[in-house]
């Protein structure tokens, strides 16, 4: 379990109970009770008014209705700048929900503290993805997520036209576009497509299991690259 949904665990369990030990807790979250003393002197400070002290009993104070995890100022904004750019660079379901996530955060802030990140000067202009393109990112976003096997007819740079069966393994943003990395089938090797040039993309009823050397790992290691790095 992330430290985070731990977080959100603890608050959600004193909330329920009239007196909760950091015993009980522990048990429930089957981390140590040193571990729960830490995470809440840390909700503590965040500003979340459980009420209580080790060895006695913790519970949250009256009125409490905000969620258990405070935003600060800062992250915000950030969400607010992110969102904007979801806006004109993810697929429609991506915009949405991170649309959806703002709204849940800029909920918990004051009024002042809601307006000052409205206003940050960060924005978008809306000359991003086409509707086309991102809707073609999403039928790839899903083909990964599903491990769903792609056809599409593609158009290289040279101008050749080839019609493709692949496996996709991720979505890359480069500033001004978006590449798709996949196990092509025709080449039987990974291969790079770039989504402006695909047309005719459909998913498959071809589901595909990955195996190691067809990785996104692998094919990334090949280029230096670290997947946990990105």
């Known amino acids: 379990m992330r430290r985070a949904d731990r977080l959100f665990q603890i608050v959600q369990l004193i909330r329920g109970r009239r007196l909760t030990t950091a015993k009980w ?11 729960v003393y830490r995470d809440v002197a840390d909700l503590q400070y965040q500003g979340v008014p459980i009420e209580g ?3 006695v009993g913790y519970r949250l104070g009256q009125g409490f209705d905000l969620p258990p995890l405070m935003f600060t100022l800062d992250e915000a904004r950030a969400l607010v700048a992110t969102t904007r750019m979801a806006q004109q660079w993810l697929d429609p379901a991506l915009a949405q929900a991170s649309e959806s996530a703002l709204s849940r955060v800029m909920s918990v802030l004051s009024v002042a503290q809601r307006h000052d990140a409205q206003s940050l000067a960060v924005y978008a202009t809306p000359f991003g993805l086409s509707q086309t393109i991102r809707l073609r990112l999403q039928l790839f976003r899903e083909a990964v997520q599903f491990k769903r096997r792609t056809i599409f007819n593609y158009t290289d740079s040279k101008h050749q036209k080839t019609k493709r069966c692949v496996s996709p393994l991720g979505c890359f943003f480069w500033g001004e576009g978006w590449t798709l990395v996949a196990w092509c089938e025709l080449r039987q090797d990974f291969r790079t497509f770039r989504l402006d040039r695909i047309m005719d993309a459909a998913l498959t009823d071809q589901t595909f299991e990955t195996e190691r050397h067809k990785s996104l790992a692998t094919y990334l290691r090949t280029h230096g690259v670290n997947l946990e790095t990105l």
Do not use: F, H, I, K
């Open 53 to 55: 002290e080790a060895g």
């Open 25 to 35: 807790l522990a048990q429930r979250l089957e981390v140590s009770e040193r571990t």
